[in-house]
Structure formats: structure tokens, C-alpha cells
């Protein structure tokens, strides 16, 4: 599982370093100035002992603090009002206002490195939030949804009046609203379980093409009832990985086949090994997709349109993109408007550990 890790570390070294560089060439510059005016004093003015004696450390004095000034300035320019636009803009960050930046005029060197670092620290909690929002959103809408249609059929059923064909079709209709909160809840679960997964544990050596036809058999049910033909040309290949999350891969990708085929289509999955490398393919004559839902297709809760029915929820490609991520692979998609798609997942050769 992902575990956040905080480490304690001290104020940027980098910083520090020329922060206190600078006082150092301060006050060596101060000296070197110091003593150069006490030189010009004694070689220009011809004054006796007393007034000599008074007269270079007022000049000193007055110099220095015209200096001080204009290097104050420039030091306040330089790093401190910089430093503050950074401290406000912090402090915006922490009440919640991710859309504040803070601007580079007149800023270079480690400084503006600072500043490119929290703007784009800033940016990336934006997204982060614009994400959990829109998938809160989404999430709800979903959710509604199928519990709206089943409270509406549930209270017509309550009718005295109804046929016996009504009846059984508001009870098939609260069902299937009911397997579609279901499998919503289960798939919510699944991604949300991948998604804070980072390493992997529970490997094992196992035979990929055996589980592949498992899976077909596991959902004979579905492409018999459509009249499908399933076609398999798989090598044999031994795979050493967690089962069960890349079951979750087959599994998912050859239900959005069988979902996405008219009657009477055919569904072809290929396996081949080759120089390390292990590609699955799932194939369909299915109603295929445009460029533009491509671009979509593994978002969370997006569907395409035209969508066949409404069992589906939009989370089954993004748990079969987080699945093959943790399994070091790429998974890639081609497909066209009426001439059904192929997802290709491509795995690495691993050895057993």
C-alpha cells in the first residue's frame, strides 16, 4: 500500500549558504570602502590633528549609510520581496486557494528556483483537487441514478392495479439497477485498492493462457446469449505475477468486448511470448470508437457514446490501466467508428524471484 512519508529536513541549505555569503562580501565591501575612504581623507584634506581626526569618520559614516541604503534596496529586491510574495502565496496555498502563483519579475538564480517549484507544487494540487471534485461529482450522479430508478419501480409496484407483464417488468428493471450498484460498488473498491497499491506482493509462477481461457469460460454465459463466436490463439506462457489483478485485466476487457458486440459477432484473444516480451490482444467487430473517445476511454466513469445499455459504469478500463501499471506493462487501444477495437496489453518476461 502507497504510505505518505514526511521527512524532517533543515531550511534550504542552498539558501542559507548564499544568504550568508552575502553578509560576508557585505562586510568585506564595507571595510574595503572604509579603508579607502581613509586613504583619500589623509591624501586630499590637509587639516590639522583635530579636525583630521574628526572629519574621516563622518565621511565614513555618511558614505557608508548612502551604500547601506542603495545595497539594502537591492538585497530587498532581490531576495527579500521575493521571499515575501513566496510566504503569502504559501499561506493562500494552505487556506485552500490552489490557483495562486507566484510571479518571477525580477527574480533569478536559487530563488526563482523556489518559486518555479512551488507554482508547479501549487498547479499539481489543483489538479489533485479539480480531480477529486469532478470525481465526487461524477461519483454521486452515478450513484443517484440507478437508486432514483429503484425507488421509483419499487413504488409502482406497490399498485394494486398492475398486469402480471408490468410487474415482471418493474422487478427485472429494480434488479438490474440493483447489480448495477453492485458491480459500481465492487469496481469503486477494486480501483480505489489498485490505486493506492504501489508494490506488489503475492507473486507466483502460473500459466498466462490457462487463466485467459478461464476467463472466457467464466463469461460463456454472456457471449452465448449474444451469439458470439470466441476464437483463442494462445502460446503457451508462463507468467510470474499476482493472479488475481491480472485476472482483473482479462476479465474486464473481455466483458467490454462481449458488451460492445452486436449479435453474431466474434471476439478473438491472441498470445504470444517474443524476446521477452508477452502481448495480449482482445478483439472485437464490435461498434468500434472515434478518435475522440479514445483519448477517454480509461477516465474514470466515461462512457462513449453510443453506449449499448446502461450496465455498464466507466470503471472497468481504469481499473485494467492501474492493473497493467502494476504490473510494469502498457496497454494500448486501436479502434474505429463500425470496425471494432483491440486493446493490446504488453507484459514483461519477469523471472521468478
Given at each position: 500500500?502507497?504510505?505518505?512519508?514526511?521527512?524532517?529536513?533543515?531550511?534550504?541549505?542552498?539558501?542559507?549558504?548564499?544568504?550568508?555569503?552575502?553578509?560576508?562580501?557585505l562586510v568585506l565591501v564595507f571595510a574595503?570602502?572604509?579603508?579607502?575612504?581613509?586613504?583619500?581623507?589623509?591624501?586630499?584634506?590637509?587639516?590639522?590633528?583635530?579636525?583630521?581626526?574628526?572629519?574621516?569618520?563622518?565621511?565614513?559614516?555618511?558614505?557608508?549609510?548612502?551604500?547601506?541604503?542603495?545595497?539594502?534596496?537591492?538585497?530587498?529586491?532581490?531576495?527579500?520581496?521575493?521571499?515575501?510574495?513566496?510566504?503569502?502565496?504559501?499561506?493562500?496555498?494552505?487556506?485552500?486557494?490552489?490557483?495562486?502563483?507566484?510571479?518571477?519579475?525580477?527574480?533569478?538564480?536559487?530563488?526563482?528556483?523556489?518559486?518555479?517549484?512551488?507554482?508547479?507544487?501549487?498547479?499539481?494540487?489543483?489538479?489533485?483537487?479539480?480531480?477529486?471534485?469532478?470525481?465526487?461529482?461524477?461519483?454521486?450522479?452515478?450513484?443517484?441514478?440507478?437508486?432514483?430508478?429503484?425507488?421509483?419501480?419499487?413504488?409502482?409496484?406497490?399498485?394494486?392495479?398492475?398486469?402480471?407483464?408490468?410487474?415482471?417488468?418493474?422487478?427485472?428493471?429494480i434488479v438490474r439497477q440493483s447489480e448495477?450498484?453492485?458491480?459500481?460498488?465492487?469496481?469503486?473498491?477494486?480501483?480505489?485498492?489498485?490505486?493506492?497499491?504501489?508494490?506488489?506482493?503475492?507473486?507466483?509462477?502460473?500459466?498466462?493462457?490457462?487463466?485467459?481461457?478461464?476467463?472466457?469460460?467464466?463469461?460463456?454465459?454472456?457471449?452465448?446469449?449474444?451469439?458470439?463466436?470466441?476464437?483463442?490463439?494462445?502460446?503457451?506462457?508462463?507468467?510470474?505475477?499476482?493472479?488475481?489483478?491480472?485476472?482483473?485485466?482479462?476479465?474486464?476487457?473481455?466483458?467490454?468486448?462481449?458488451?460492445?458486440?452486436?449479435?453474431?459477432?466474434?471476439?478473438?484473444?491472441?498470445?504470444?511470448?517474443?524476446?521477452?516480451?508477452?502481448?495480449?490482444?482482445?478483439?472485437?467487430?464490435?461498434?468500434?470508437?472515434?478518435?475522440?473517445?479514445?483519448?477517454h476511454i480509461f477516465d474514470k466513469f466515461?462512457?462513449?457514446?453510443?453506449?449499448?445499455?446502461?450496465?455498464?459504469?466507466?470503471?472497468?478500463?481504469?481499473?485494467?490501466?492501474?492493473?497493467?501499471?502494476?504490473?510494469?506493462?502498457?496497454?494500448?487501444?486501436?479502434?474505429?467508428?463500425?470496425?471494432?477495437?483491440?486493446?493490446?496489453?504488453?507484459?514483461?518476461?519477469?523471472?521468478?524471484?
Amino acid at each position: 500500500m502507497r504510505k505518505s512519508k514526511v521527512k524532517k529536513e533543515n531550511p534550504p541549505a542552498r539558501l542559507l549558504g548564499t544568504m550568508s555569503l552575502l553578509v560576508l562580501v557585505l562586510v568585506l565591501v564595507f571595510a574595503a570602502l572604509a579603508l579607502g575612504i581613509y586613504t583619500l581623507v589623509e591624501q586630499l584634506v590637509r587639516l590639522n590633528d583635530n579636525d583630521y581626526t574628526l572629519l574621516w569618520p563622518i565621511l565614513i559614516l555618511v558614505v557608508s549609510a548612502i551604500l547601506g541604503v542603495v545595497l539594502a534596496i537591492v538585497i530587498f529586491r532581490l531576495y527579500l520581496e521575493p521571499l515575501s510574495r513566496l510566504m503569502q502565496a504559501t499561506r493562500a496555498v494552505a487556506a485552500g486557494d490552489y490557483s495562486v502563483r507566484v510571479e518571477l519579475r525580477g527574480t533569478g538564480g536559487e530563488m526563482a528556483d523556489y518559486i518555479r517549484s512551488f507554482n508547479k507544487m501549487a498547479e499539481e494540487l489543483g489538479s489533485v483537487e479539480l480531480l477529486r471534485s469532478d470525481f465526487v461529482n461524477t461519483f454521486s450522479h452515478e450513484f443517484k441514478t440507478p437508486l432514483i430508478s429503484i425507488r421509483g419501480f419499487a413504488k409502482l409496484l406497490q399498485s394494486k392495479d398492475l398486469t402480471e407483464e408490468q410487474r415482471q417488468t418493474y422487478t427485472d428493471t429494480i434488479v438490474r439497477q440493483s447489480e448495477r450498484l453492485a458491480s459500481m460498488s465492487t469496481h469503486i473498491l477494486e480501483l480505489t485498492q489498485f490505486e493506492n497499491t504501489e508494490i506488489v506482493s503475492g507473486k507466483t509462477t502460473y500459466s498466462l493462457d490457462e487463466q485467459l481461457r478461464r476467463c472466457i469460460r467464466q463469461q460463456e454465459r454472456g457471449w452465448l446469449q449474444k451469439g458470439l463466436t470466441v476464437e483463442g490463439d494462445l502460446d503457451p506462457v508462463d507468467y510470474y505475477g499476482n493472479e488475481e489483478l491480472v485476472e482483473h485485466i482479462w476479465s474486464n476487457l473481455i466483458s467490454n468486448a462481449i458488451r460492445f458486440t452486436p449479435t453474431g459477432g466474434q471476439i478473438t484473444v491472441v498470445l504470444r511470448k517474443e524476446q521477452g516480451r508477452i502481448t495480449v490482444s482482445v478483439s472485437d467487430t464490435g461498434i468500434g470508437m472515434d478518435q475522440e473517445t479514445q483519448r477517454h476511454i480509461f477516465d474514470k466513469f466515461y462512457r462513449g457514446s453510443p453506449y449499448p445499455d446502461s450496465r455498464g459504469n466507466g470503471l472497468g478500463l481504469s481499473i485494467v490501466r492501474r492493473a497493467v501499471e502494476l504490473c510494469g506493462g502498457q496497454v494500448q487501444v486501436f479502434s474505429r467508428p463500425g470496425k471494432g477495437s483491440t486493446f493490446t496489453v504488453t507484459l514483461h518476461g519477469q523471472e521468478e524471484q
